[in-house]
């Protein structure tokens, strides 16, 4: 699990970034963290205007005591007003017409306005910067007086920690509870998402999670599961049809093929060509309709069952062997070689009988739309953790846009409209497939197709 990007419950971050619950958390957030800054700011603007005022204010009243000191005492004010201002806070100097300082304990360098509050880094004590004030006197010399206001740049600094700390912590538990809240719908969406894959794959036993919240995936799933519901009942019912007219058509079509086969034996017709060959004809069309009946009711059955009963620890090669042991004759009369490209060792948990009428279906449809003098291989591939039971042929295979249609009953491949079949071969691979909670895929093999059934391997 990559650090950061996977949360305990296996949720990726990015994943979580598009729900409901960390958009508009992370909205308040952006909300919260402006509203923030903006009040730090403009509480640091007026705390900040207010105390250059003051600091303004202070240094006019310094200037107008010392502009109205009497004409030659100037130095001495000077002096005094030093000695005065002992907080270490105020500075002052007097310099004379020619700019050069008579006496003070700071130095500023020219040129500086005159009236007007500046601004010096330089002239006082090393590192502290200063608020000036500049003003002549009646005698031509001009006069500055200053103020340290260290504590407003200490201010301007402290403002900008406090507002990045705040909206850092801010976006941090924004993020920390956007995540939190999030956990919750992600983990009922993804058990939704299991429910709704094992609905897609026809087992509509399932239904999606709901809770006693009733919030609106809750709704959601009312509604999905209402659908699911009346599905299965109309496929019930189509089902439950299907199966009783295959039941009930089975018995008299059988007699009627048994009456037929006798009236062939009969003497008055066993030497008419014409009539006997016509009356075969029609046991060989009732063969296939009583054929797709008995395929109808095997699949019921094996749907119907749900029974783990024989299911056994086995070795999936046995059963590729005696499926080309058995098929082997048949493939010969088509001129097909059947081989087994297999290991054994391993082991997978199956019902041995479902699994080799399985594979039996697809080594049956291979040798059947193989061409002549071609192979059709029986493979046992080991994954990671599974086993890809694989059947390959080399004949005209089926588009990718049929592959999904012919699982389903009845269905035919375009290429196969001609071939003898009930379309409920595959039908049939699929519900035991199902059954064993396997995979089942079909897959170009260039040329050919490649019928795969995947099974979780046992350790």
């Known amino acids: 699990m990559p650090p950061l990007t996977e949360t305990l419950l296996g949720l990726r971050l990015a994943d979580l970034r598009h729900t409901t619950a960390f958009r508009l958390t992370a909205g308040l957030c952006a909300v919260f963290v402006v509203a923030v800054i903006g009040l730090l700011g403009l509480t640091y603007v007026l705390t900040a205007q207010q105390l250059f005022w003051r600091t303004d204010q202070f240094l006019t009243t310094r200037m107008d005591s010392i502009l109205h000191t009497p004409r030659g005492r100037e130095a001495l004010m000077t002096r005094h007003a030093i000695d005065a201002w002992a907080s270490g806070l105020e500075f002052i100097a007097l310099y004379d017409a020619h700019g050069q300082r008579v006496v003070g304990n700071v130095k500023v360098a020219e040129p500086f306005p005159l009236g007007k509050p500046f601004e010096r880094s330089d002239g006082g004590p090393p590192g502290i910067p200063l608020r000036l004030l500049a003003g002549r006197l009646s005698s031509g010399d001009v006069v500055v007086v200053a103020r340290d206001i260290s504590p407003l740049r200490d201010l301007h600094e402290r403002v900008l920690i406090i507002m990045g700390l705040s909206g850092f912590a801010t976006i941090l538990v924004a993020l920390v509870v956007g995540v939190s809240l999030s956990i919750g719908p992600m983990r009922r969406v993804r058990d939704m998402q299991v429910m709704a894959s094992a609905i897609a794959r026809g087992d509509l036993r399932h239904r999606l999670p709901e809770t006693p919240r009733r919030d609106e995936i809750d709704v959601i799933g009312t509604i999905i599961n209402g659908m699911v519901e009346e599905i299965e009942r109309l496929m019930g019912q189509v089902k439950g049809a299907t199966d009783a007219i295959a039941h009930d058509m089975r018995t008299p079509l059988t007699h009627l093929r048994a009456r037929l086969d006798r009236l062939a034996q009969h003497a008055a017709i066993a030497d008419d060509t014409e009539l006997r060959g016509s009356i075969y ?29 024989a299911f056994a620890n086995l070795d999936p090669l046995d059963v590729l ?122 897959e170009d093999a260039g040329p050919g197709l490649v019928a795969r059934i995947v099974a979780r391997r046992l350790r």
């Open 281 to 309: 004809g029609a046991m060989g069309e009732l063969d296939m309709t009583l054929a797709r009946f008995r395929a109808l009711l095997r699949i019921s059955e094996i749907e119907a069952s749900r029974r783990h009963a």
């Open 321 to 442: 062997s005696g499926v080309a042991e058995l098929y082997d004759p048949l493939a010969e009369e088509r001129g097909i070689t059947l081989s087994v490209a297999a290991t054994g060792g391993l082991v997978i948990r199956a019902d041995e009988r479902l699994l080799f009428e399985a594979i039996s279906n697809l080594v049956e449809n291979a040798t059947k739309f193989a061409p002549e003098n071609s192979t059709v291989t029986l493979a046992l591939k080991p994954l990671p953790d599974a086993v890809a039971i694989e059947v390959r042929d080399s004949g005209r295979g089926i588009p990718e846009g049929e592959r999904e249609r012919v699982l389903r009953r009845f269905e035919r491949g375009a290429g196969a409209a001609m071939a003898p079949g009930s379309g409920l071969g595959l039908s049939l691979v699929v519900a035991i497939v199902q059954l064993h909670g396997f995979e089942f895929s079909l």
